[in-house]
């Protein structure tokens, strides 16, 4: 059974700070990882989704890794600000099949 | 194409009602998945359907769940009757070669219940 896990579970920095988020999952037989962003009281909004023959993916500021067979992947923020304050979630399927979600890193950006 | 529509987004229900949630998914989709989320147990998967047949539904608490799927562009999800650990976020998503060849889940705006 796959389990997703992310660490840490909370983090807090200052503005302009690059900071990594970790995750792990324990099946490496994935098809789609997907990193969210969800802010407190809404819904998911999808950042990035690296397929499993990929090893990144880039948005702006934001930079996610995969390493498949290790099992892991890390979303890199650039230049952090207050307004990516926020918890992300890590997710991975394999072909048509739901996705496993981590519970997340609550991530503060202090002013 | 305005995404996946989920209704109601806010739903307050005494203890014993019946409740049903609504999901629209993305035109040409043929994945719909229904997910809740909880402070304890964070985003877990309750049924999915593929081609409105359900595929697993493993993740349905107990027999007060119910899921049903009559066409590709509708779906509900129906608490009968509610109680008060019912209360969560509950998601709808889709996917399908519509979007492309990741076959990326794309989630909807959530319904937000609580049950008193």
């Known amino acids: 059974k796959q389990e997703v896990t992310q660490i840490p579970a909370a983090l807090s920095v200052p503005e302009g700070e690059n900071l990594v988020l970790n995750c792990s999952f324990t099946?490496?037989?994935?098809?789609?990882l997907q990193w969210f962003r969800q802010d407190p009281g809404k819904g998911l909004t999808s950042l990035l989704l690296i397929q499993s023959s990929q090893r990144e993916q880039t948005s702006g500021r934001l930079n996610a890794s995969l390493d498949k067979s290790s099992g892991r992947s890390t979303l890199y923020i650039a230049a952090s600000q207050p307004g990516d304050s926020a918890t992300y979630l890590c997710a991975v399927d394999r072909r048509n099949t739901p996705l496993v979600f981590g519970k997340g890193t609550r991530l503060s950006v202090i002013a | 194409d305005a995404g996946v529509i989920q209704s109601p987004r806010h739903e307050v229900t005494e203890m014993g009602q019946e409740v049903t949630l609504r999901c629209k998914p993305i035109?040409?989709?043929?994945?719909l998945f229904w997910y809740r989320q909880t402070m304890m147990r964070g985003l877990e998967l309750l049924i999915y359907?593929?081609?409105?047949?359900?595929?697993?539904d493993s993740g349905m608490p107990e027999d007060r769940f119910s899921a049903k799927m009559p066409n590709a562009s509708f779906s509900t999800l129906k608490i009968q009757p509610s109680e008060p650990r019912d209360s969560a976020v509950y998601f709808c998503?889709?996917?399908?070669?519509?979007?492309?060849?990741?076959?990326?889940?794309?989630f909807g705006p959530g319904t937000r219940l609580t049950v008193t």
């Open positions: 359907f593929n081609n409105n047949v359900p595929i697993d």
């Open positions: 998503a889709s996917s399908g070669l519509a979007g492309g060849s990741s076959y990326e889940q794309y």
């Open positions: 099946d490496s037989a994935i098809y789609n």
């Open positions: 035109s040409g989709h043929d994945y």
